[in-house]
């Protein structure tokens, strides 16, 4: 069972979080991932949020598992012709540093493909060609410029970000499907290409629903909108507070012990085919015979009346007990789950999404495993790189370099 990247080599000039969520992916599929880090400093996050005095933060290591490390200056000299050999021999390069960052070491695109012809050249950057394409941009920029921000929230409240990472992380997923779909045509052209992610793009890609709704919106009012029947609709897509997004109502109802536990809620959605059990199991048969409320037509105008008559009974249990009485009714509902209930669920642990891994200077921490499961080619989480620690296996095997060479280039400041 070999691993199904295995074979494939990756120039790294990542950093931050969007890049290197992309590299750190094709690096659980087994390529073999070089992280190009500025001598002395390295990638900025190794020091960013520190809980540990002199370790790599989590920030860090929980972005860079699986790879190798090299300080490498490409700006000098020497480091010019390492970084020009590492371009050779390597089948991708993916960088997300300022527009232009890349072209101003001296490596603009057509020198990378001149030097050779098969790479794969991925980047990520803020913005596509336009008005912003020179701005620097980080996550919640990018969920305020693609969509997400306008349309999250409470109804008449202040826009906000969400705690997924969608413009970082979901910018570097998307930059993934990309590298692969690069990598499959190479196999049968023989050329490298290059491949653009814009956060801006990615976030607005996530945000599809919120596009669809607004060409709705020139029709009449969304009527799965809390603010249907008696709010307004302006002229474009209004945030819903925690309605579904899709075509069957939902919303988060306290559970007991909501009072001193800030996550004791549950999502539950009233899907019109699992209605009638539902009503029963919160003992409102009464709603099964009466026009008023047995019809999804009847009900939609009224749904704040529904949840909270939904939040009555779920009040009474633990969003486990709900949990455990709505699902065998095949009513779709979801606890809200906090990150310390995350980290000790067993099942995720079984799995490997929630992954003890062990840091030769941090000791043992946890991490979110390859969410991606492929039968034949299981991921296996590696500790992330201290800062350099393979630059002289890397300079020897790969660029060829002996003892004397690497001892000239580290007095350069190349490495
Ligand atoms: C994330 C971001 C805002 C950070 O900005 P920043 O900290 O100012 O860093 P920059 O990307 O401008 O790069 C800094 C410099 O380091 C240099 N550098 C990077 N690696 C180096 C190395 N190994 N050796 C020498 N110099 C190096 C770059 O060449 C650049 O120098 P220049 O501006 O003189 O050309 C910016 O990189 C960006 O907008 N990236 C694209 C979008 C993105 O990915 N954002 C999300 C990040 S999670």
């Known amino acids: 069972m070999g691993k199904a990247l295995e074979g494939i080599r990756i120039l790294d000039m990542t950093h931050v979080q969007s890049g290197p969520t992309a590299t750190q992916i094709l690096a659980w599929f087994g390529a073999d991932c070089i992280k190009v880090e500025r ?5 900025a996050t190794r020091g960013q949020l520190r809980d540990l005095e002199d370790v790599d933060s989590l920030y860090f290591t929980m972005l860079n598992h699986n790879k190798r490390s090299i300080t490498l200056n490409p700006k000098t000299e020497t480091g010019n012709k390492i970084f020009a050999k590492l371009i050779e021999e390597c089948d991708v390069m993916v960088e997300n540093f300022a527009p232009g960052a890349i072209d101003r070491m001296g490596f603009p695109w057509e020198k990378i493909q001149e030097i050779n012809p098969r790479m794969i050249y991925a980047s990520v950057k803020g913005f596509g060609p336009g008005p912003y394409e020179d701005c620097k941009v980080y996550e919640n920029v990018a969920q305020c410029t693609g969509g997400s921000a306008s349309t999250t929230g409470e109804i008449g409240r202040v826009p906000l970000v969400t705690g997924a990472q969608i413009g970082d992380s979901g ?36 945000c599809r629903v919120k596009l669809r709704d607004q060409q709705r919106i020139v029709h009449g009012p969304l009527t799965e909108y809390p603010q249907y029947p008696n709010g307004t609709f302006g002229e474009a897509v209004p945030r819903a507070g925690n309605a579904s997004g899709g075509g069957q109502p939902g919303w988060i109802v306290k559970c007991k012990g909501w009072e001193d536990d800030p996550d004791s809620y549950i999502y539950v959605i009233t899907q019109a085919a699992a209605f009638h059990a539902f009503a029963k199991a919160i003992g409102r048969e009464d709603w099964l015979d009466d026009p008023e409320w047995n019809t999804p037509a009847a009900r939609l105008p009224k749904l704040d009346q529904v ?35 995350l980290a000790e669920e ?50 020897k095997d790969i660029i060829g370099f002996g003892d004397e060479e690497i001892e000239k280039a580290r007095t350069e400041g190349a490495i």
């Open 39 to 43: 001598p002395g400093a390295g990638d």
């Open 171 to 206: 910018t570097g997923i998307h930059l993934v499907a990309g590298i692969l779909a690069a990598l499959l045509h190479r196999e049968r052209s023989g050329r490298g290409q290059r491949v653009e992610c814009a956060m801006q793009d990615s976030v607005l890609n996530l």
């Open 307 to 341: 949840f909270a008559e939904i939040e009555k009974w779920t009040m009474t249990k633990t969003k486990f007990e709900v949990m455990d009485i709505l699902n065998p009714l095949n009513v779709p509902c979801g606890p809200i789950l906090s990150m310390k209930e």
């Open 346 to 395: 067993p099942s995720l642990r079984a799995t490997g999404t929630i992954v003890e891994v062990d840091h030769p200077t941090r000791g043992k921490y946890l991490t979110v495993g390859n969410p991606i499961k492929l039968s034949d080619s299981p991921s296996e989480v590696v500790a992330s790189p201290l800062l350099g620690e393979h630059t002289e296996e890397i300079l």
